[in-house]
């Protein structure tokens, strides 16, 4: 009998019963034995009813049609009623969850339909039990209810003998070794993901069990109990399904991308105005330029670029199906080239930290999409791997997001056709998509900070990973434009794009970039470790070493003052008189810098100094006497800390 039919009922008669009327909507199949239960339901609603509207001078309590109903249904044997459990069916822990349901306050406005839902469940003929036993179990009756008691999965189950196609997920369908189909009910209408075998005790993998819960949430809340949930692989939650994490829930490998997170919501960017509609001040003073970072020495099809390490590298399409890497210092100097290599239009290149290559996308609205690896720390670059993604379509572009290790690549039927974006681990398998309308004829992509920059001729759009238009700049500048990339040293990143007729590059520069990081404007210098002009950059360099691990154990404090900190400091080596830490990127011109202990270390009467040369900070201790202190003698939980102001610029 399909319960289904009573569902109009409910709403005639305005019962506002919501768990039983879940339950019944559910479509829950019972046999003909049941029907005796349905009965007593709905005269169980019809006489609270009745009872709530007597008037005050009428007797109702000889009014008793329940009894006589159960009386009937004891004489047909018609209804199962409650078994007694044995010993060692769980008996306990079922009276414990008997005890609690009805320790639970009805629900408002006068409505008992979570004491009828309570009833139900007791009622019908339950039997405590676990997820394994249900996964062997044969030929249930149909009805028949269950309650698994598996710690973090507890709750109630019903066999839907009309299912027969619904894979079993471990949260709320479970699958007989018969076929059996049995389903959870939602008494709250939501799902908890240690339903689907998470474990939150930061060791076990729970990717699984967060993919299976997000598939079987149907939009509805999916709660994250206190615990630490370990993510080995990508998830990407839909924008319509919300996690509701308890607040001790910690989750580890950077893997989960929930739109809902505060990181993936759009408050600002650093990169850019906030509000580019007008970007002209009242006095007509521009709110962002772009700054000249520098023309290119070479001529030719200038493509896509990247940055990495102080170094542009800028793709050439050669023609024939061929294209050349070129790669620049922060002056615009050319230090290395590829030679001919076959990855097409070379539309658009990103640099993955994780192996030092460059990946390049063919590009072009009329050719299928490859994307291509290429080692550019060869004696001879070359092309190491080939990832095709033809079944995707034309106009190729990529981005790689270097926090998660994760491969972005934008296709279309055309250069003017319906936009695809697909997230793909470095195997080409697809983990997440989205589409979007055309914005325009595609030139570059990047991604930073959890935003995807997707800049089409003389605009960038900003996106999260869900393909929602966050903002939306134009770039006012002459030509044809070619690539972008998030470039600056380490403590400046800034938005550079690509244009052509002259080949150049320009750096974006805004009131939010000034004043979230230092300014990026080149400034002119000369030093006498170089050969003429160089372009320097200002630069503010703070970071702390400490002995926290263990007396003499000096490591990089475990602290954070500026962008990507942990890319500053390259190596610490110790001598018995004193700590040098070479640094990624060297001063060329130094105007201030200072060095301060911590009080443990004053309190041991002992002074530190240190001195700046290129990319060497020399750090030295001394005693009352002027003398030196052998760095490995320091005791531990003491800390120095070192501020140094000057100019950088990139090696060659």
């Known amino acids: 009998m399909d319960c289904r039919i009573f569902g109009p009922f409910l709403e005639l008669y305005n019962l506002n019963r919501p768990r039983l009327k879940s339950i019944l909507q559910e479509g829950l199949v019972l046999s003909t034995r049941t029907v005796g239960l349905i009965v007593i339901v709905f005269v169980l609603m019809f006489s609270s009813a009745a009872y709530a509207e007597a008037p005050s001078d009428v007797d109702v309590t000889d009014q008793n049609p329940i009894a006589e109903v159960t009386e009937s249904a004891d004489h047909a044997d018609e209804i199962p009623i409650a078994e007694e459990l044995a010993p060692g069916d769980h008996a306990d822990e079922m009276m414990e969850h008997d005890q609690r349901v009805e320790e639970e306050p009805a629900e408002s406005n006068g409505d008992h339909g979570a004491g009828i839902m309570n009833w139900l469940l007791n009622v019908l003929s339950v039997e405590v039990t676990t997820i394994a036993d249900l996964r062997a179990a044969v030929n249930p009756a149909a009805g028949s209810v269950y309650y698994v008691t598996d710690q973090g999965q507890s709750g109630h189950f019903y066999y839907d003998p009309s299912d027969t196609t619904s894979p079993d997920n471990t949260g709320t369908v479970i699958v007989s070794s018969s076929g059996a189909r049995f389903k959870r009910f939602l008494e709250n209408g939501e799902l908890n993901v240690q339903w689907f075998g998470a474990k939150g005790n930061g060791v076990h993998d729970d990717t699984q069990a967060f ?14 109990p206190a615990g630490t949930y370990v993510l080995n692989q990508y998830v990407f939650v839909p924008a319509d399904v919300k996690l509701v994490y308890a ?47 520098f023309h290119l020495p070479d001529s030719g099809n200038m493509q896509g670029l990247t940055y990495y390490n102080g170094y542009y590298y800028v793709g050439f399409d050669v023609g024939g199906g061929n294209g050349v890497i070129r790669k620049y210092n922060g002056a615009g100097k050319k230090v290395k080239e590829s030679g001919p290599i076959a990855i097409g239009h070379a539309a658009e290149l990103a640099y993955r930290v994780s192996n030092n290559r460059i990946y390049v996308a063919n590009g072009g609205g009329t050719f299928p999409t490859y994307v291509y690896e290429v080692n550019m720390d060869a004696a001879t670059p070359s092309i190491t791997k080939t990832l095709d993604f033809t079944a995707l379509g034309n106009a190729g572009l990529l981005a790689i997001d270097n926090d998660r290790d994760l491969l972005l690549v934008h296709t279309a039927p055309s250069d003017s056709g319906q936009l695809l974006f697909s997230f793909s681990d470095f195997n080409g398998n697809i983990l997440h998509q989205f589409s979007m309308p055309n ?69 974006l520069r805004s009131v939010e970039n000034q004043s979230f990081f230092h300014t990026y404007q080149p400034v002119s210098s000369v030093n006498m470790a170089d050969e003429g002009n160089v372009s320097l950059i200002p630069k503010i360099l703070t970071f702390a070493l400490n002995t926290n691990a263990g007396a003499g154990d000096w490591r990089p404090a475990e602290w ?46 002992i002074r530190v100094g240190m001195d700046v040369m290129d990319d060497q900070v020399t750090i030295r201790f001394y005693d009352g006497s002027n003398n030196f202190v052998n760095p490995n003698n320091i005791p531990n939980n003491c800390t120095v800390k070192i501020l140094v102001i000057g100019g950088m610029h990139i090696n060659e």
């Open 560 to 605: 954070v003052n500026g962008y990507n900190f942990k890319n500053i400091v390259k190596s610490v080596t110790k001598t018995s008189t004193e700590i040098k830490v070479t640094l990624h990127q060297p001063f060329k011109s130094i105007g201030y810098f200072d060095i301060s202990p911590n009080f443990k270390l004053l309190s041991q009467g």
């Open 247 to 293: 607040e001790n829930a910690v989750i580890l490998g950077n893997k989960l991308i929930d739109p809902n997170q505060v990181q993936f919501k759009f408050d600002g960017n650093p990169y850019m105005p906030d509000n580019v509609a007008n970007f002209m001040e009242y006095n007509g003073v521009e709110k962002y330029v772009f700054d000249l970072v």
């Open 439 to 507: 914005q325009g004829v595609p030139q570059g992509l990047a991604i930073s900070q959890n935003q995807i920059y997707y800049y089409t001729n003389n605009k960038i759009t900003i996106l999260d990973y869900f393909g929602n238009i966050m903002n939306v700049m134009p770039v006012p500048k002459s030509g044809e434009s070619e690539g972008l990339t998030i470039s600056g040293d380490y403590l400046t990143p800034s938005i550079t794009v690509g244009y052509n007729a002259p080949n150049r590059l320009y750096a």
């Open 211 to 224: 993919q299976l819960a997000i598939a079987a949430s149907e939009g509805k809340n999916i709660n994250i």
